[in-house]
């Protein structure tokens, strides 16, 4: 498949995200933050590919402090469906934003499991993100239930039309795709690249569509189990653009490995 961007619009660079969960002490975060801001620094991190990183919410602040004036960038892994409000226990996009954090996953499937975030919610938390002027990685996935029945294609398309039609198409522009196989995240299975090629393929031709040109220029990551040992043969793939780093972004020489997997 000839990805769609034409050389009319040059390519972006490949972004490789970690999503530390709610993995880490105050201790383990400051250790994994020195060691990342120390390969940060060398410029060894950020040579072939656009890092961040997103810590829990609670160690965000100290992560833009260690990190402050290297080229690694901060993300959050969540945030409120609604501006501001009596929504106990949630925290804005603006208020991500004021602190300087530039990425939010939304649509993870963890959060999409176990927390009701449905593709109703999921659409309006990207709304607010862009609305704070944050960079919403929108991530979308089908169970090992849904793949084996073959209706892959038809829950991402459904995931990613629920967020199209809350914010519009333009509007995508702004954002990040995560293709993440709910089967893969977590479990050390990871999608052959010619599967995750697939799915990243049928995703860009949807969008093709609608604007060729936002097709071309959207970065859609790959995530699920990605690690130092498989990431540059997913990375090589057309219409993958680099991807989103869970178990694996914990350990800083391997995180950085990946990052330096980016094609
Ligand atoms: P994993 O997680 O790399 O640990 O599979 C990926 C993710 O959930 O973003």
């Known amino acids: 498949m000839v990805r769609v961007s034409q050389q009319k619009h040059p390519e972006p660079r490949p972004l490789v995200v970690g999503n530390w969960k709610m993995n880490g002490t105050p201790v383990t975060v400051s250790a994994l933050l020195s060691a990342l801001q120390r390969h940060a620094l060398s410029g060894e991190l950020t040579a072939r590919a656009d890092v961040a ?13 260690v990190l402050a004036g290297t080229a690694v960038t901060i993300g959050a892994q969540n945030a409120a469906a609604h501006e501001s409000g009596a929504y106990t226990g949630e925290v804005s996009a603006g208020m991500l934003a004021a602190f300087g954090v530039r990425y939010v996953i939304l649509g ?50 459904r995931q990613l039309k629920a967020v199209i039609e809350e914010v519009g198409m333009d509007a995508l522009s702004r954002c990040v795709l995560a293709y993440e196989p709910v089967w893969a995240i977590g479990t050390g299975v990871t999608a052959t690249p010619a599967q995750a090629q697939e799915v990243h393929a049928f995703l860009r031709q949807m969008l093709a569509a609608s604007s060729r040109e936002v097709a071309g220029q959207i970065q859609i990551l790959y995530g699920g189990s990605v690690k130092a040992s498989n990431a540059a043969e997913l990375f090589a793939c057309e219409d993958i653009d680099g991807g989103l780093i869970g178990g694996a972004s914990l350990d800083s020489e391997e995180f950085l490995a990946i990052c330096q997997a980016a094609k």
Do not use: M, W
Not at 53 to 65: D, G, K, M, Y
Not at 115 to 135: E, M, Y
């Open 53 to 65: 990183v997103c810590p829990a919410s609670i160690f965000i602040p100290q992560a833009l402090t």
């Open 108 to 157: 993870h499937s963890e959060r999409r499991a176990l927390f009701g975030d449905q593709d109703d919610v999921v659409a309006k938390k990207v709304r607010q993100a862009l609305n704070a002027g944050l960079v919403p990685i929108v991530c979308v996935g089908e169970t090992l239930a849904e793949r084996e029945s073959g209706a892959t294609f038809d829950v991402v398309r």
